[in-house]
C-alpha cells in the first residue's frame, strides 16, 4: 500500500521568510496529492492540491510542486506570516472512483514575529 | 449550513466499554471517513463509505464498526474500548473524489 513520508517534523522561521515542507510517497499510481492546514484544537482544512498531470500549482503566497519520476511533492509558503503557524500535512491517494488518503506525520510550522 | 459536525465533543470511556460517534453532515456527500489521530502518526483511515447502505475497511478498522444507515449520517462504534484506542477522532465528507471536509473532532479517553 502506498506510504508517505514528510520532511521535516518541525519548522521555525522567521515572519517573511519562505517555509518548505517536503514529502515522498511510494505507490506511483498515486495521482492526488493535497496539503492540509490544522491550527492547534482545530480540525484539518484542505489549502491546496494537485494532481498528477500538473508539476506546479500556485494560490497567492503558497504553491505546490510535484516531481513524478522522483515520487515527492513540496509545500512553499512565501512571506510566512504569524497566523501561518500550524501543523501541516500532506497525503497521497489514488483517485479512481473513490479516494483513500494517505497522510504524513506533519509539520509543526512556527512562524516568528 | 452546518457542514460536517461530530456528537460527543469530550469522552472518557473504562476499558470494556462501549461507545458510538455520530458524524452528520448537511452537504449531500457521498462520501464519508473516519480517521484517528494520534500524536506524530498524522491521521489514519479507520473505515469509510461510498454512499448510503455501504461500508467499507481502511487503514486501521480492527476494535471499530461502522454504519451507514442515511446518507447524511456515518456512526463510528467501539464495542468494548481499549487504552490503544485513546486518540482524537475526525469524520469527514467529499462530494467528489477530492476535497474533504473534516468535523471538528472527537478526543476520547479510555483508561
Known amino acids: 500500500g502506498e506510504n508517505v513520508e514528510q520532511h521535516p517534523s518541525t519548522l521555525s522561521v522567521q515572519e517573511g521568510d519562505s517555509a518548505v515542507i517536503k514529502c515522498t510517497y511510494s505507490?506511483?499510481?498515486?495521482?492526488?496529492f493535497p496539503w492540509y492546514k490544522q491550527e492547534l484544537g482545530k480540525r484539518p482544512q484542505l489549502i491546496i492540491d494537485?494532481?498528477?498531470?500538473?508539476g506546479e500549482k500556485k494560490d497567492q503566497r503558497i504553491a505546490v510542486t510535484l516531481n513524478k519520476t522522483a515520487k515527492h511533492f513540496s509545500l512553499h509558503i512565501t512571506e510566512t506570516q504569524p497566523e501561518d503557524s500550524a501543523v501541516y500535512f500532506c497525503a497521497a491517494a489514488f483517485v479512481g472512483g473513490f479516494q483513500k488518503l494517505v497522510f504524513g506525520t506533519g509539520t509543526r510550522l512556527l512562524v516568528s514575529p | 449550513n452546518a457542514g460536517v459536525t461530530q456528537t460527543p465533543k469530550f469522552r472518557v470511556l473504562k476499558t470494556g466499554q462501549s461507545m458510538t460517534l455520530l458524524c452528520a453532515q448537511d452537504m449531500n456527500h457521498e462520501y464519508m471517513y473516519w480517521y484517528r489521530q494520534d500524536p506524530g502518526m498524522g491521521l489514519r483511515l479507520i473505515h469509510y463509505s461510498v454512499g448510503e447502505g455501504t461500508t467499507a475497511k481502511g487503514e486501521v478498522p480492527d476494535g471499530y464498526n461502522v454504519s451507514r444507515l442515511k446518507k447524511q449520517n456515518f456512526l463510528l462504534g467501539l464495542e468494548s474500548a481499549a487504552p490503544s484506542q485513546t486518540s482524537v477522532y475526525f469524520c469527514?465528507?467529499?462530494?467528489?473524489?477530492?476535497?474533504?471536509?473534516f468535523g471538528p473532532g472527537t478526543r476520547l479517553t479510555v483508561t
Open positions: 469527514a465528507s467529499s462530494y467528489t473524489e477530492y476535497e474533504q471536509y
Open positions: 494537485i494532481r498528477s498531470n500538473v
Open positions: 505507490d506511483s499510481a498515486s495521482n492526488y
